[in-house]
């Protein structure tokens, strides 16, 4: 039958209409697969697609001439500082943002309104409020070339208005003076226990200014970290006569503080493998005894670092000091005599810092000095404040992971204010190879690694768990979403996903890439892809993204009719991972197969066919229990 023209054309139109209505609606379709690409920020030519810093990456530069007393009388800090700002960016700055962190403890901060509840890690309490203390920052004054600049406060933030634009590659001074009362105890990182000092936030510093954010000004609460920029430092430390002076940098001026023979002790211990007393228990002691006639002046210690992102500094009278070397690096521990457990500290320090040089990056720094006292544990360039411990595991634990931070975020400079599990958790990671390569042969050093998978069922409860990228102010379980669950994520993508091998290249290369630059997740993300040859985004989604729970099943065991069997495998939770089978034959010989991610592809059954014509008896998916597998009774067959 023919149709009139008219009809023919209206039925086209419709026709045309329904195919493009059919084809858009399939393009709406959103990709569902589990290994579809992440979101991520599009790369460029400061950012690159393999995860390296461009040929026009920038990142600003900050130098601290900072002259500081520290009056112990007064329980107080007085400071003078000259910041030399390098605009380095393509951009025309008419403001800058310090932070002035001492704030945490002022009357009116959030951390002392809210007074949170401390912060539980196992047998460890960090406590982020300021207990009470009525401190703050007095900031005294506030000029560049002589002149008042006008700023304003807002919590740890001060906001200051530049007298005329800066521009690219331009430079600007900045004259502070301020002064605070020394907390006993400030947002669990610093503070004071008797005539010993540990302080760190204890400047006005200037805050990161990149490429990703602009100004990265989030508040210092307690919880998150730090983020800040690479420069020199010249800093000059005038303290009470007696007092002994560990800090980020190099001491320049030994010998206006320092005895003929401790000098003599420091350069043997530069080249020693075993420990070289610079300061005796028995010559701790007498100088606690020792009654001068007269009150001595105060003496001045001088420090310089270069390529640091901050400076802390610990001071006491009458501590032990212990030291060894390392390929040139003076490793230290200053420490209270009554610090039972700090004898072995200079050893727990250098196996720590050899292995981290040995195995990632070399360690850059003249020196890693611990410092014994009341912070339960804080790292800063060179420097650690740690505690006396109540075991030999858990004081080589802290004096590891402490100084495990010197590559994480000290060298590698991530937002810690954002991603704790770029520093926690990549520390914690390395940490427990370290850790079970001291005490190796023991039970403790046997099953260490493996801690974080054993803590899964109790941190990873549904409703509960957050994801690793949550910002960790608003982080419930700190201490698994900073610290254990990136360490065990790192851990299965080492030994389960690409293999040893592979992952140390990538590992590596990511750590020397963004030495002493500030990389992001996603930069962390390509690095890794572009080393290890392998897509990843399946991975990165289920553990940094999502809380995802993995569920692997031993559905059914087939036998065919020619003696063959196969395996029907299914994936019921919401994370993948690759798969190990521990197959059991009837003639009783057992075989191991490992099955990659991709046998998921086509989407969450696949049914492997046992090679070769020996029945199959007997079925495990995971038979080393190696990955968290939230349902293991549905991993063999039978049942």
């Known amino acids: ?52 810093p461009g040929a026009a990456y920038w990142q600003q530069r900050v130098d601290y001439r900072i002259s500081a007393t520290l009056d112990t009388a007064a329980k107080e800090i007085r400071g003078r500082e000259v910041i030399q700002y390098h605009n380095q960016s393509p951009d025309t700055l008419r403001y800058l943002w310090l932070f002035v962190e001492q704030n945490l403890c002022a009357p009116q901060s959030v ?69 605070f009362r020394v907390p006993p105890m400030g947002g669990g990182r610093m503070g004071r226990d008797g005539p010993l000092y540990e302080i760190a936030q204890w400047y006005p510093r200037l805050v990161v200014y990149d490429d990703v954010k602009g100004w990265n000004h989030e508040p210092y609460i307690g919880a998150g970290e730090f983020y800040l920029e690479y420069g020199t430092f010249d800093v000059s430390l005038t303290v009470p006569a007696g007092y002994v002076v560990a800090a980020t940098g190099q001491l320049v001026n030994p010998e206006a503080v320092l005895t003929a023979t401790q000098r003599e002790r420091l350069v043997r211990a530069r080249t020693s493998d075993t420990v070289v007393a610079i300061i005796t228990r028995d010559e701790a002691e007498a100088a606690r005894l020792a009654r001068p006639a007269r009150p001595a002046p105060p003496v001045t210690w001088l420090f310089t670092a270069d390529s640091v992102r901050d400076f802390a ?27 039972t ?6 050893k727990m320090g250098r196996e720590a810092i050899k292995n981290f040089s040995e195995q990632w990056y070399q360690y850059p720094y003249s020196h890693a000095t611990t410092f014994e006292g009341p912070i339960e544990g804080m790292e800063y360039p060179m420097l650690t404040f740690t505690p006396n411990s109540p075991s030999r595991e858990d004081q080589q634990w802290v004096i590891a992971h402490e100084f495990g931070h010197q590559w994480f975020p000290m060298v590698v400079g991530s937002n810690e204010r954002l991603y704790p599990w770029m520093d926690e958790g990549f520390n914690t990671f390395i940490d427990l190879e370290n850790t079970a390569r001291y005490f190796a042969g023991t039970p403790y050093g046997d099953t260490v690694e493996v801690h974080p998978l054993h803590l899964y069922p109790d941190h990873s409860k549904p409703g509960e768990e957050q994801p690793l990228i949550t910002n960790p102010t608003q982080v419930r379980d700190l201490f698994w979403v900073g610290y ?69 099943v031993v559905d059914s065991l087939v036998a065919w009719p020619d003696g063959g069997s196969s395996v029907v495998l299914a994936s019921r939770g919401t994370m993948l991972m690759p798969a190990e089978l521990g197959l059991t034959f009837a003639d009783g010989t057992t075989q191991r197969v ?29 038979p080393r229990r190696a990955l968290p597998d939230i349902d293991r009774a549905n991993n063999a067959m039978p049942r």
């Open 1 to 52: 039958m023919t149709l009139p023209r008219a009809v023919l054309s209206l039925w086209l139109g419709f026709a045309l209409l329904g195919r493009a209505s059919a084809l858009a609606a399939q393009a709406s379709v959103a990709d569902s697969s589990p290994f579809r690409a992440l979101t991520l920020p599009a790369p460029n030519a400061v950012r690159t697609g393999s995860g390296r």
């Open 111 to 179: 951390t002392n309104q809210l007074n949170q509840p401390p912060l539980q890690f196992l047998g460890a309490t960090f406590d982020f409020s300021c207990q009470g203390s009525a401190g703050g920052l007095t900031l005294e004054s506030l000029k560049s070339g002589g002149a008042d600049l006008r700023s304003t406060a807002q919590g740890t933030t001060l906001y200051v208005d530049l007298p005329r634009p800066l521009a690219p590659g331009g430079q600007v001074s900045l004259e502070v003076s301020w002064r």
């Open 313 to 339: 500094f610990a001071a006491a009278p009458n501590v032990r000091w212990d030291a060894s070397g390392w390929k040139g690096i003076l490793i230290e521990a200053l420490y209270r005599p009554s610090a």
């Open 341 to 346: 457990r700090w004898e072995e500290v200079w």
């Open 484 to 552: 254990q669950k990136p360490a065990l994520m790192l851990h299965l993508l080492r030994r389960e996903v690409l293999g040893t091998e592979r992952f140390d290249r990538a590992f590596r290369e990511y750590t020397r890439a963004w030495a002493f630059k500030h990389p992001t997740p996603a930069d962390f993300f390509r690095v890794m892809r572009d080393v290890s040859g392998t897509e990843l985004d399946w991975f990165w989604r289920g553990w940094v993204y999502t809380t995802a729970r993995l569920d692997q």
């Open 594 to 622: 490992q099955l990659p991610v991709e046998m998921w592809n086509l989407g969450n059954r696949f049914t492997y066919r046992v090679p070769g014509t020996r029945p199959v008896t007997r079925v495990e998916i995971d």
